[in-house]
Every structure is written in structure tokens, then in C-alpha cells.
Nanobody, 125 residues
Framework: QVQVQESGGGLVQTGGSLRLSCTAS????????MGWFRQAPGQEREFVAA????????YYGDSVKGRFTISRDNAKMTCYLQMNSLKPEDTAIYYC??????????????????WGQGTQVTVSS
């Protein structure tokens, strides 16, 4: 069983930055595609970013492109989401997820088998 845990959420002002971290257990972590999603109250879960198992390919949702950066350190079994130029509309619970199979449908939450509990990000105006 793979365990996924996010950290790094908090309260930040508009224009500020936060870095989220996600650790995942499992001896095959380096083979997982990793993704970040977010969900605001009353809204569907939204794709934020994904990164291939070696970090060679990254993907971003349109609303965060150019502001957020996903990266990973396989030696530390950790994935990161650097969030810059934050806006109030970025306020949500952010979830990290692991996909052991490297699905091409990496924007679809159904492609991810393992999820963390989420971390709250609040951007004040």
C-alpha cells in the first residue's frame, strides 16, 4: 500500500508564494507519475500539475501555467509544487496523488490510485 502525505499549506497574501511537498512511500516511488489536484468548496476537483516518473515531462492546468512549477526528487521520494503569484482563486485544498502506471490521462483524477489527505491553501486578498 502506498501512502501519500502533503505538507506546506497555509495562509498567504495575494501575490505571495508557497511550496507544497508530497512524500510517498513505496520502493517503486521513482516509477510513479505524480500529480497535484485542488478542490475549492462546492467545486469539482481540478487538475493542477503532473510530472512523469523521471521528471522529464511536466503538465499544467491552464489556470496555473506560468505561475506554478512541479518538480520531484526521487532520492527523497518527494514531489514539490512551487506556487508563485498566488491569487484568491487559488484558495483550495490541494491534494497530491500517485499513479503507478504512468497513464497518459494524467489530468484525470481517476488515473491516480493513491491520494493524500490534502493540505489547505488560503490566499487572502
Amino acid at each position: 500500500q502506498v501512502q501519500v502525505q502533503e505538507s506546506g499549506g497555509g495562509l498567504v497574501q495575494t501575490g505571495g508564494s508557497l511550496r507544497l511537498s508530497c512524500t510517498a512511500s513505496g520502493h517503486t516511488y521513482s516509477q510513479y507519475q505524480m500529480g497535484w489536484f485542488r478542490q475549492a468548496p462546492g467545486q469539482e476537483r481540478e487538475f493542477v500539475a503532473a510530472i512523469s516518473w523521471a521528471g522529464a515531462s511536466t503538465y499544467y492546468g491552464d489556470s496555473v501555467k506560468g505561475r506554478f512549477t512541479i518538480s520531484r526528487d526521487n532520492a527523497k521520494m518527494t514531489c514539490y509544487l512551487q506556487m508563485n503569484s498566488l491569487k484568491p482563486e487559488d484558495t483550495a485544498i490541494y491534494y497530491c496523488a500517485a499513479d503507478p502506471w504512468g497513464s497518459t490521462k494524467n489530468r484525470d483524477p481517476n488515473s491516480y490510485n493513491y491520494w493524500g489527505q490534502g493540505t489547505q491553501v488560503t490566499v487572502s486578498s
